[in-house]
């Protein structure tokens, strides 16, 4: 496994991030992590934003394109949906890789149909590829390359190595 990005790296983009949702968001926005791969992200961004006056409500939405392989199949099937009603809400929707750009894509039209006030999107790592679906990401953590199998911070290979502290990369 290759590094990408420390701890000590992600720590300090996770901070500065909150910092700027909260300037820029409602304090009592929906934060709506996109499962499995952005739990942890979600858990050390919830607790910045804490820090930093904002309180958003918190909801998971389960999406999947990859269904355990190594590249996405091309088709987003919803794993998960909202416990909560998400019209007249601002949603901060947190993926954990921009990739494909189908699941964020997916999730956003989603959000939106359902009568959402304003729709934000984060990913903590934007890989640089040509994305399938035109999709522009209000905050973006970190960048990777293209061919880059990225894992650790919640992202796995086969459901293995979520819990690596830093963001790291297999090929």
Known sequence: MRTLYTEQQIAERVDEMARQMAEDLPKDFLLAPVLTGAFIFAADLLRALYKYGSDPYVDFVQLSSYAGARSSSGVVTLLKDFSVDVEGKTVLLLDDVLDTGRSLHFGKGM???RGAAEVKTCVFVKKLTGHAED???????????????????????????RGVPLLGAVN
């Open 111 to 113: 959000v939106e149909d």
């Open 135 to 161: 999709i522009h990401c209000d905050y973006i953590g970190f960048e990777a390359n293209a061919d880059d199998f990225l894992v650790g911070y919640g992202m796995d290979d086969g459901g293995r190595m």
